[in-house]
């Protein structure tokens, strides 16, 4: 054990004066097999001990259980009989019950059967009485049916006149129709004009008393006609982009209230006078006269074929095939050199060169002859009709002047069209040509740039050159979109003609002709402030100017482009408008970057120099030195706290 410790810190070391005497487990074993057999002897005493209360608990237990078991034997007996006793006592009960009411029940029975013998006596008497006041009901009633059967031959006599009018009108609606279908709104506003006008002409020289039946379809059909008169003004106008057109609304409007008031004037000298009655036979009468006069369904006009021709399709319409000698029926005929015919049960389109008609109808010459038997046999108006009739003829007249400037107008618009759309391509490929000018001159900029420029200016005029670099190919992609989207909406032209497409998307062209324009004359005074910005000569305001205008054209295009319908297959338009965003976003980004070399530009002047600034120029300058020293102050705030975080870490350590 340790004694003691010198000074040198060495220990000094003595013998353990009570050394601990071990002995080893092997010598123990008697001891612990003692110990062993006490324990054991123990617990065989103890499992005897337990061993004789269980079983004394048992024998307890089952005594008991005995005892109760016996003691319920004897409670249940008891109950059952008293049960048993209670149930007699109550089905005697019961049989005494029964037997009362049956009893009553037998009485109220024999009581019931008297009461529904004297009902029968007087149903009976009932049912003769309503068997006499039957007989009578019944003659009233044949006598009823008679006459109902003489209303229903009179009804169906006028519900077959009412019938065979509206199927002569139906055919004469869809004849018309038909016939309406190749001719364009201009053409067919001036034909229901000129029939409205042979109708007038017809009411107006009537003689009323004797005429009620005409003078009823006359009005009908001059109601339909002033209608199909407003309908085709207004298509007119609608589809038209030449003047004219809200004058044109105008006197379709007052020419419907003129014709309004020729009819009232006519009803009123109607009601004044009073017709025949029609009997039943008289009716009869005139649905048969109705049915006589019934004009037949015109003959279709027929076509002869001059050559030979192929079935194909063409642009996604079919071209029917035919020989030499051929006839068909005529369908319809385009302004733009194809014919629609009929051949059997099969419909197609051919060359009008192809075709000869051979049946004209010449109804100019009816209708002439018509109108002077009209005007022989003419009686005498009051004034204030004869006035009205007067004012219509001259809204007539204005009207077809009208619809003719129009027509007029729209040729010159058409031509200005297709000279707009002939002049696109050439235009075009000019605006790629200056794009990749501008690419050229950007790049030879940035090279002089950085030769001549160093630190924040080079920073600021490569950062312009970069955005302006990137808004020249936004505009490369543009234009190559641009005639991507025109392929595709030639692609949905179909059977129409050049003039007639080039007149539906007018305004698109002109739109692009307007972006392509700007391109073309922006790009080079682009180039020119751009220079002139690189190499601190001034210019900001036209640079950002010249991008405004660009921007403004190449909107109004992407406005236009989301109006027109392409084929489903096509992605031309989602992609304009992609290129269209592009461009906006990076205009933004062009322009701050000008904004931003400007005002390195102005502060960059010397004190002596700021008395020739301009107003705005001063202005933009203050504004631009409170934002760099906002900056710095903030700069400086943040260095300050960095340096005393260093100062407090450094005195930690220190510590």
Wanted: glycine share 4%; hydrophobic share 40%; proline share 2%.
């Amino acid at each position: 054990v340790v004694k003691e410790r010198t000074v040198e810190g060495e220990f000094v070391y003595e013998d353990d004066p009570q050394p601990q005497v071990t002995r080893e487990v092997w010598t123990q074993g008697e001891e612990l097999a003692e110990k062993l057999a006490t324990l054991e002897q123990q617990h065989e005493e103890v499992m005897e001990k337990l061993r004789k209360e269980h079983a004394a608990s048992l024998q307890r237990f089952v005594t008991e259980r005995d005892s109760m078991d016996a003691q319920k034997v004897e409670s249940y007996s008891a109950e059952v009989i008293t049960i048993m006793k209670k149930n007699e006592a109550a089905v005697a009960a019961m049989k005494e019950e029964h037997e009362r009411l049956l009893a009553a029940a037998q009485k109220k029975l024999e009581q019931q059967k008297a009461d529904y013998d004297k009902q029968l006596a007087d149903a009976k008497s009932k049912i003769l009485e309503f068997e006499r006041s039957l007989e009578e009901k019944h003659k009233d009633i044949v006598e009823q049916t008679q006459e109902t059967n003489k209303l229903e031959d009179i009804i169906a006599a006028m519900k077959s006149a009412v019938v065979t009018r509206a199927l002569h009108q139906a055919k004469s609606c869809i004849s018309q129709s038909a016939a309406c279908i190749p001719m364009s709104c201009g053409a067919r506003f001036m034909e229901v004009v000129n029939n409205s006008s042979h109708i007038i002409t017809r009411i107006v020289g009537m003689d009323l008393p004797s005429q009620f039946a005409e003078f009823d379809d006359a009005a009908s059909d001059l109601s339909e006609l002033v209608s199909l008169v407003l309908m085709t003004a207004w298509a007119l106008a609608k589809s038209s982009t030449a003047e004219h057109t809200s004058k044109l609304l105008e006197l379709a409007q007052e020419y419907a209230f003129l014709v309004e008031g020729l009819l009232e004037g006519f009803l009123e000298q109607r009601a004044a006078i009073t017709p025949t009655p029609l009997s039943r036979r008289s009716t009869v009468d005139v649905v048969k006269v109705e049915e006589a006069e019934a004009e037949p369904t015109p003959a279709p006009t027929m076509v002869l074929a001059l050559y030979d021709h192929v079935a194909q399709d063409h642009q996604g319409s079919k071209l029917i095939g035919f020989s030499k000698g051929e006839k068909m029926v005529l369908i319809r005929t385009r302004d733009d050199g194809w014919t629609k015919v009929r051949r059997g049960e099969q419909q197609g389109w051919a060359p009008t060169s192809y075709l000869k008609v051979l049946e004209a109808k010449d109804e100019q010459a009816k209708s002439a002859s018509a109108d002077e038997a009209t005007k022989a046999t003419r009686p005498e108006l009051p004034k204030e009709l004869t006035k009205i009739a007067e004012m219509i003829v001259q809204h007539q007249q204005q009207m077809i002047g009208t619809a003719k400037a129009i027509m007029a107008r729209e040729g010159e618009l058409a031509l200005l069209s297709d000279a707009l759309v002939d002049g696109l391509d050439g235009k075009v490929s000019a605006a790629h040509q200056s794009v990749l000018d501008l690419k050229a001159y950007i790049e030879k900029i940035s090279v002089e740039s950085k030769a001549q420029n160093s630190g924040r200016r080079l920073e600021v005029n490569t950062t312009l050159l970069e955005r302006a670099a990137n808004l020249a190919s936004i505009m490369e992609q543009l234009l190559s979109t641009a005639e991507s989207m025109r392929s595709g909406l030639e692609s949905t032209r179909g059977l129409q003609s050049e003039s007639e497409f080039n007149k539906k998307h007018q305004s698109w062209f002109k739109a692009l002709d307007s972006a392509v324009t700007s391109v073309v004359d922006g790009n080079p005074i682009l180039t020119e402030s751009l220079r002139s910005v690189v190499r601190k000569q001034g210019k900001h305001e036209e640079l950002q100017a010249i991008s405004g205008t660009i921007s403004a054209a190449v909107a109004q295009l992407a406005a236009l482009s989301r109006t027109k319908q392409l084929l489903k297959t096509d992605t031309t338009q989602g992609e304009m408008n992609r290129v269209a965003e592009e461009f906006k976003s990076c205009l933004h980004s062009f322009t701050a970057a000008v904004r931003e070399c400007h005002e390195l530009d102005l502060a960059a002047l010397m004190l002596d120099d700021f008395s020739s600034l301009s107003e705005n120029d001063c202005k933009r300058l203050v504004m631009a030195t409170q934002v760099n020293v906002l900056k710095l102050e903030t700069e400086l705030q943040r260095e300050q706290e960095k340096l005393r975080r260093l100062r407090r870490t450094a005195t930690y350590t220190e510590e």
